[in-house]
């Protein structure tokens, strides 16, 4: 196998699945791809470029799966729907994405992708911004507190998880769908639709 960026992701992904984020670092990747560490150097810079690289992934990954066929609320209900089982399926993705500083890629691919599209379906671009960290912070919130045994039963008590959480996304997507925002607006407050 050529050793090169993709590889290394790869093999980080195999080894958060399997060992958690805890356990993630630049030696078990070099062992499991049969490399001395100082050789991931030539293709990753450092840790954070490679918490970087794999949120990266699990975003993209993220994009495909609401498939951009819709807009409006039913986009943002699918965006924190496709977020919540990446967290669910990806062990310790929420804990990553927490703590990662985005790469050039996200900041001025991916998420352009999605404030292009939430853009397109008649959003403001301010809006489209609020609206893509409104999602991204509940979400990532409520999956990390979900994965938290301790404060789940505090969160939602005996209530069903899954639909307390669709609950919560319905709302917020309906109000972020239905808001009126611009930076003139800002300076006199929220106004809702």
Known sequence: MALDQQAIVSAARKILQQEGFDKLSLRKIADALGVQTPALYWHVRDRAQLYGMLAEQFLREVIA????????????????????????????????VAFVQPTQSIEQQVANVILDHLEAGGMSRDLARIACSSMLAFTLGWSLFESNASVRPMMIGNLDSDAAFHLALSQLAEGLANARFTSHAAAAGFVAG
């Open 65 to 96: 799966e609401t498939g951009l066929e819709t807009t409006g609320r039913d986009w943002l209900i699918s965006l924190g729907t496709a977020l919540r089982n990446s967290h669910r399926t990806n062990r310790d993705s929420a804990r990553l």
